[in-house]
T-cell receptor, first 115, second 115 residues
Framework: AQKITQTQPGMFVQEKEAVTLDCTYD???????LFWYKQPSSGEMIFLIY??????QNATEGRYSLNFQKARKSANLVISASQLGDSAMYFC????????????FGAGTRLFVKA | AAGVIQSPRHLIKEKRETATLKCYPI?????VYWYQQGPGQDPQFLIS???????DKGSIPDRFSAQQFSDYHSELNMSSLELGDSALYFC??????????????FGPGTRLTVL
């Protein structure tokens, strides 16, 4: 069965430093997509980055990059040059391949950026 | 850019009452998803629609029903409300069907409180 594991309930990072949020997943499907979302205290869910299971290059979107290690089934989010506005809950999510609509989320990691 | 619209943003109901949540997807998005996020929890997939047909079903209680209309907006109907239904309900939309890479863009959510 599908499963997403985020083992860091909370993380602290100093402003302007980089931080890695961990995500491991479990699936028997060969085709799947991995997503990261940010949820600030205001509650909205903001899409950050996507990685496909067949993508050979790690995804990057501005200050966000996804460290995709397929053999280890990990999809860690790296935020470079942290900003105070990055303080939020971060969710890793997975959607299985062809024809699938269901997306499952991990428990989330709350990131605190210190000034 | 246009985003997913949800209404109402806040809703307070009594136990055993009914509630209807509405979702208007991003223009030209034909797939809609509903999620329930309890306090301090990750979003749980409820149901999805593609081209006005139910495409996938998750942990949606039998007391809940949903549909997608000809203009692609969707409504989630909730009956016999229970205290445990108090949650943030997200609608998301995506532009295509059935591929793992379809990014879901979330609406701001409807916060339902059942008293």
């Amino acid at each position: 069965a599908q499963k997403i594991t985020q083992t860091q309930p909370g993380m602290f990072v100093q402003e302007k430093e980089a931080v890695t949020l961990d995500c491991t997943y479990d699936t028997s499907d060969q085709s799947y997509g991995l997503f990261w979302y940010k949820q600030p205290s205001s509650g909205e869910m903001i899409f950050l980055i996507y990685q496909g299971s067949y993508d050979e290059q790690n995804a990057t979107e501005g200050r966000y990059s996804l460290n995709f290690q397929k053999a280890r089934k990990s999809a860690n989010l790296v935020i470079s040059a942290s900003q105070l506005g990055d303080s939020a809950m971060y969710f890793c999510a997975m959607r299985e391949g062809t024809g699938g609509f269901k997306t499952i989320f991990g428990a989330g990691t709350r990131l605190f950026v210190k000034a | 850019a246009a985003g997913v619209i949800q209404s109402p943003r806040h809703l307070i109901k009594e136990k055993r009452e009914t509630a209807t949540l509405k979702c208007y997807p991003i223009p030209r998005h034909d797939t809609v998803y509903w999620y329930q996020q309890g306090p301090g929890q990750d979003p749980q997939f409820l149901i999805s629609f593609y081209e006005k047909m139910q495409s996938d079903k998750g942990s949606i209680p039998d007391r809940f029903s949903a549909q997608q209309f000809s203009d692609y907006h969707s409504e989630l109907n909730m009956s016999s409300l229970e205290l445990g239904d108090s949650a943030l309900y997200f609608c998301a939309s995506s532009p295509r069907m059935g591929t793992s890479g379809d990014t879901q863009y979330f609406g701001p959510g409807t916060r339902l409180t059942v008293l």
